[in-house]
């Protein structure tokens, strides 16, 4: 391909993939304010034959038609921004979804587990079942063509291969169309679609042997079969695998289209069916003469103290003689006083006890009240640790470091981590489950400060790292993201004033936040010889809305959206 500019907008920023249609390609859309990264899908017809050229034409508009109405309702599906013709080849232009595909999860950390296999499994079908509501068979199901996309970790369904049918149409030598070749790839799609008559469950096939190549690591063409009725042998190739959720497996991929699931709400249903117990539950036996100590949660600083629940007291013989005591037997005590002795005893061991905790609580050292305490995280919904502190970082002390210049980090723990040979940070994302105005500003803050050396030698993505999240995250330390692409070209960002001006919204609920302030920076942007390039530089004050999300605890800026330049 020697364009670079495609249909007057879209500049090709690299090939992503190509086979026998044609090619995939990353762009830009330059008629975007945001210059939006998006996919392009070049598609060539099989015939270059003018007499179907035509006919071509007409299926590709209405099968984008089809694509714009998947993507527009289902948010697991691209959306579909436009198509064009151009030089007698196709194009389609999607959105771009930033995150893994399976394949390459696999690479980076090898099979999957059982829970985390079945999880997508549930994340994906209800998109099979809307796909199949259109009358739409995707038959390209595999592990390329599923992406976990980085912001939530949904799985996005990719690659129809409505579209390739069109493409594949040749014209008989009695007039009527034809499909020249199989749409699909050769060990993830089933008998019928290797013949051309692909079914809803073929999907469901596809599906299957995805989660097995998920589970063993296992192409289809690298597992067994049975030569005598032609079953995929894998059961023994996974490890920790339930008997249930294989034989789910297993009817997914079976060879005839009436042994599987007829629909992927079927197979669904089969997944979220609950396991009943093998094990029997016998009924816990009560102890009777044991007294019963009933305990509340146990928080710092202060130990209940048990309550001992009272027996009935026990039966008193009549005495004849108010004055008289009763004699005890010779072979021993009554069986009632043993068992007032007994539990004498055991109340006096258990409160004795309690009193030697709380002494020893009583003479541990207590932390000093200092600035910013962090409220108390709580373990087990039991019991509440003492409060942490942390102190305030003063920017023109002996300890602030000035080739850092860091802000004052009031809310959070301090840590030591390396950005390079000559610099040292000194703070953390927000630690607190409960973010305050104050909290979200100090996290913008140190974000924009990080920025210098994120965004110029030594390129360091380790602030990244800490600070974001998710899409943020890969649009910053990704592959593609602006620290890669910086570092390629040889250009940096020289940054003079970094502030906010002021904060116009912010709201918290759960663990989703949002912060919108005005931000006034000074920033140039420099070629590798020290030049400016006037394209990126400026001195604005913008309207920058941040997505925050609570991450092990810790506040993140999750993505981020430039509301008025």
């Given amino acids: 391909m020697t364009l670079t500019i495609l249909n007057n907008r879209y500049k090709v920023l690299r090939v992503l993939g190509s086979g026998g249609f044609g090619e ?16 392009i899908k070049q598609l060539k017809p099989v015939a270059n034959n003018p007499q179907v050229y035509q006919l071509i034409q007409q299926r590709f508009q209405q099968e984008a038609a089809i694509l714009e109405e998947l993507g527009d309702r289902s ?26 595909t399976l394949s390459q999860k696999m690479q980076q950390q090898g099979v999957l587990s059982e829970s985390a296999v079945k999880g997508i499994l549930i994340d994906i079908l209800p998109v099979l079942e809307f796909i199949h509501s259109k009358r739409i068979v995707h038959r390209d199901i595999k592990p390329d063509n599923i992406i976990l996309r980085f912001f939530d970790g949904k799985p996005v369904l990719i690659d129809f291969g409505a579209v390739k049918v069109s493409m594949g149409t040749i014209i008989t030598a009695s007039g009527n169309s034809n499909q020249s070749i199989v749409i699909g790839t050769p060990g993830f799609m089933p008998m019928e679609q290797s013949v051309g008559r692909p079914v809803f469950s073929s999907d469901i096939y596809s599906l299957g042997l995805t989660a097995i190549y998920l589970l063993t690591g296992k192409l289809p063409a690298e597992i067994p079969t049975d030569p005598g009725t032609g079953d995929i042998l894998w059961r023994h190739l996974a490890f920790n695998i339930s008997p ?46 044991a007294p019963t100590v009933i305990t509340t949660p146990v928080t710092a600083g202060y130990v209940p103290t048990p309550t001992v629940a009272a027996a009935p007291p026990p039966y008193q013989p009549q005495i004849s003689s108010p004055s008289a005591n009763p004699t005890p037997s010779p072979k021993g005590l009554a069986t009632w006083q043993q ?36 409220p108390s995280p709580t373990i087990n919904n039991q019991q509440t640790l003492p ?11 002996s300890n602030s470091n000035p080739q850092t210049n860091y802000p004052s980090t009031p809310n959070t723990e301090q840590s030591s981590i390396p950005i390079n040979n000559n610099t040292t940070r000194t703070d953390k994302p927000v630690a607190s489950a409960t973010l305050t105005e104050a909290g979200a500003k100090n996290l913008i803050n140190n974000w924009l400060q990080a920025k210098k050396v994120m965004f110029a030698p030594p390129y360091d993505s380790s602030p990244a790292a800490e600070l974001t999240t998710g899409k943020q995250y890969a649009d ?32 918290v609920n759960g663990n989703q936040a949002m912060i919108q302030v ?30 925050l999300q609570l991450v092990d605890q810790r506040w993140k800026i999750a993505s981020t959206e430039i509301i008025s330049k």
């Fill in 24 to 39: 995939t390609f990353l762009a830009e859309d330059t008629q975007m304010p945001s210059s939006r990264r998006c996919v």
């Fill in 75 to 100: 948010n697991q599906i691209p959306k579909l921004y436009a198509y064009f013709i151009e030089e007698g080849q196709f194009y389609l232009v999607q959105e771009y979804i930033e995150g893994h």
């Fill in 244 to 289: 249930d959720f294989a034989a789910i497996l297993d009817k997914a991929i079976q060879q005839s289209a009436r042994d599987r699931y007829p629909t992927a709400k079927d197979m669904l249903a089969a997944l979220q069916t609950p396991i009943a117990p093998t094990v029997p539950i016998s009924a816990p036996t009560v102890p009777i003469s």
């Fill in 339 to 374: 068992g007032v002795i007994i539990g004498g005893a055991i109340g006096s061991l258990v409160v004795g006890g309690v009193w030697l905790v709380r002494g020893q609580l009583s003479n541990q050292p207590q932390p000093s009240n200092t600035i910013a305490a962090s």
């Fill in 387 to 397: 409060p942490t502190t942390s102190k305030s970082i003063d920017s023109n002390s």
């Fill in 476 to 507: 910053v330390a990704g592959y593609d993201g602006s620290i890669n692409s910086l570092k390629t070209d040889g250009h940096s960002y020289k940054y003079g004033l970094q502030q906010i001006d002021g904060v116009d919204d912010f709201y």
């Fill in 518 to 547: 005005k931000v006034t920076e000074d920033r140039k942007l420099l070629d590798r010889n020290g030049n400016i390039l006037p394209k990126e530089t400026d001195f604005k004050t913008r309207t920058v809305r941040y997505n």
